[in-house]
């Protein structure tokens, strides 16, 4: 059975936009003066979006202005937003920021499909308008000139109605987050014929579009949902629950156009590594699924994808005869690009720049753009010939932070020399005196040991002393991972904790085990994402595949085994159970969090709200660009 096929589009060549979407038709605001939308006063026009790096995305929702300020109230913190529909003017828009403890509602016109604020620059979809403005505070002002801060989109639970309905399909392995039509041909240019994958419609928001590589160019296909039903379509023939419904029946049956004739396939599925933040779990759950074909979860063929790096990038150094007694793994040998050189080398044989230890740089730019204040150092667990190098980095680095994820022995093992002194005494190594004036044992939930505070001082000739904070995790075995991840988070607080009272936050934090690169990894990689999500908020998009491959091209073998890597989804989505709680439950209630991938402690979903009396008409019909590229 085939379905005529009415809604194709292109993609703006500066791939800023949908073309051929108009807005959306929307609720009417309450009239009381609390939902009036505010006066904004025009400013200059001093930015450039077409200059901006990180695109906002999860910020629509189709709700009432009432609606709007519950949830803003309920979830949502100074200077969190969201954007919705009006039904006043049907092509418009509306943001509502929460602002202390009141929420502002600001129209966003429509003009000649270029949105506005009150005549203030002009933007092509609603994603990049929200983009100016958060990265250009000063250019949203009332006419009392009070600033209007747009933080980031406010992160509403799942369990919410409206946002099930905009946001339930992007845990799907088959849905790209936050890319615009032009970077998905992009993607698609390397695949095969009938690859396609599913976005969000820039233009449209709330709608979503497939982008499908023919045997000619690559044509965008608009998935309507028909506002009476809540059904999904392509704009003819059937209608489905669900959009998965949907791409599932045009996998087995082409969709035809209804002019040209033409026919159109969805064959090659080209999955996404990228997912909200609190979407996480049902990802998780979609990516255990076991794949018969393979024989494989989706978890294991995911790592297995991740670039190991290890052909193209030189290893030298760490090769040479006289540097290979100081690795403690023949095979674990940092990058040459990337590795620590010790700029004060003694005179006597065997004595060189070497150790093994890499800088770990967060990028801020495409394709992740991670936000991220710290630089790490990962290194391997010292050995007895390596202490005075350990302590020449950490001195030449400026380090204040020093991480340790494993103990000294393990299964009857060394796994890291000891390298600082008992509680309240000093050891004197190379040029450097250390003295341990603190050591707290800090227990678990279980009353287990689980990692040991230390405060160290050290000092260097007449230079002035500097203190240090060790923090030991002892409950991570080798080549495994905890069994509870809510330990690996208290721990992380601690280090945060650490790092935010040094007196020179821009020193990179040492990080090790005992080979430096899969506990070592699991942590570096979970305290990024972490950041992240921190800082965007819990809807934000994160890339766990991509974020280990950006780890892994600056040492190599990071995140080691597959367990580690589950481990870092299983971390993320337990930060997210802790995080998800309505502001009114109290924070006693809001600590009770368990280890399980199931969402606890939340109360009942409200009932869904009223469906409007005005349905929301079709958007007009889009076109096929056989051109754009």
């Given amino acids: 059975m085939t379905a005529s096929l009415w809604d194709f589009y292109p993609v703006d060549r500066q791939g800023l936009a949908d073309k051929g979407e108009p ?62 529909p009006s039904e006043s003017h049907p092509r418009n828009f509306t943001l509502s920021i929460v602002r202390g403890e009141s929420v502002t509602h600001i129209k966003i016109h429509n003009k000649d499909d270029m949105l506005n604020l009150c005549g203030g620059e002009s933007f092509p979809s609603l994603s990049d308008l929200v983009q100016f403005y958060m990265e250009n505070p000063d250019q949203l002002q009332e006419k009392n000139g009070g600033t ?34 032009a970077e998905a041909v992009q993607l698609l240019s390397k695949e095969k014929q009938w690859a396609f994958l599913v976005r969000e419609s820039q233009r449209q928001p709330g709608y979503y579009a497939i982008t499908v590589k023919t045997d000619e160019n690559v044509v965008h296909i608009l998935i309507r949902r028909n506002s009476a039903t809540g059904m999904y379509h392509v704009g003819g023939g059937d209608e489905f629950r669900s959009v998965s419904d949907l791409l599932e029946h045009y996998n087995n049956n082409p969709m035809v156009e209804e002019n040209s004739q033409r026919v159109v396939h969805l064959i090659n599925l080209v999955p996404s590594t990228c997912v909200p933040a609190d979407a996480i779990e049902a990802r998780i759950s979609l990516l255990q699924h076991l794949d018969p074909n393979t ?79 710290k630089v790490y150092i990962s290194t391997q667990g010292c050995l007895p010939h390596t202490v005075v190098d350990f302590w020449k980095m950490v001195w030449q680095e400026n380090c204040r932070v020093i991480v340790m994820t494993t103990k000294e022995i393990e299964r009857a093992k060394s796994k890291c020399e000891r390298y600082w002194p008992d509680l309240n005494f000093e050891r004197k190594i190379g040029l450097l005196l250390i003295k341990n004036v603190e050591e707290i044992v800090v227990k678990n939930d279980v009353n287990e040991d689980s990692y040991i505070k230390r405060k160290l001082v050290v000092t260097n000739g007449d230079s002035p002393p500097r203190e240090l904070s060790h923090l030991q995790f ?34 990179p934090i040492v990080v090790h085990c005992s080979a430096g690169i899969g506990r070592t990894g699991t942590f570096i990689v979970i305290d990024v994402l972490l950041n992240q999500i921190k800082k965007r908020g819990r809807s934000c998009p994160i890339d766990i595949p991509k974020t280990v491959e950006c780890i892994r091209g600056q040492r190599s073998g990071m995140v ?56 929301i008409p079709h958007p007009a019909q889009a076109y096929v660009n056989e051109n754009d590229k």
């Fill in 295 to 373: 024989n494989k979860t989706g978890l294991a063929e995911e790592f297995e994808k991740v670039p190991t790096n290890e052909s193209y990038l030189s290893k030298r150094e760490g090769k040479r005869d006289v540097n290979v007694n100081k690795n403690r793994y023949k095979n674990i040998v940092p990058y040459d690009h990337t590795r620590v050189v010790l700029k004060e080398v003694g005179q006597n044989p065997g004595d060189t720049d070497y150790i093994n230890a890499n800088y770990i740089r967060i990028p801020g730019g495409p394709p992740l753009y991670l936000l991220s204040d």
């Fill in 560 to 615: 080691q085994t597959e367990a580690q890597y589950c481990f870092l989804y299983k971390a993320i989505c337990c930060y997210i159970q802790r995080t998800c709680k309505r502001r009114i439950i109290s924070s006693t209630n809001s600590s009770n969090s368990n280890s399980s991938l199931t969402l606890t402690g939340l109360p009942s979903a409200p009932p869904v709200p009223p469906r409007r009396q005005n349905a």
């Fill in 148 to 181: 209007i801060v747009l933080r980031r989109p406010v992160s509403i639970p799942l369990s919410e109605p409206a946002a099930k309905e905009v946001r339930e399909p992007t845990a799907q392995r088959w849905f790209h987050a936050n890319i615009t039509g």
């Fill in 474 to 507: 002892v409950s991570w075995p080798d080549l495994g991972c905890p069994d509870h991840p809510e330990h690996v988070l208290d721990f992380l607080d601690a280090v945060d904790d650490a790092w935010e009272k040094t007196p020179n936050p821009k020193s």
């Fill in 23 to 84: 807005a959306q038709r929307g609720l009417r605001l309450r009239q009381d003066r609390k939902n009036e939308p505010t006066k904004l006063k025009p400013q200059d026009n001093q930015g450039r979006h077409d200059d901006m790096s990180y695109r906002p995305c999860n910020f629509f929702y189709n709700v009432t202005g009432e609606e709007a300020e519950r949830l803003l109230k309920e979830y949502g913190v100074d200077g969190e937003f969201l954007a919705r």
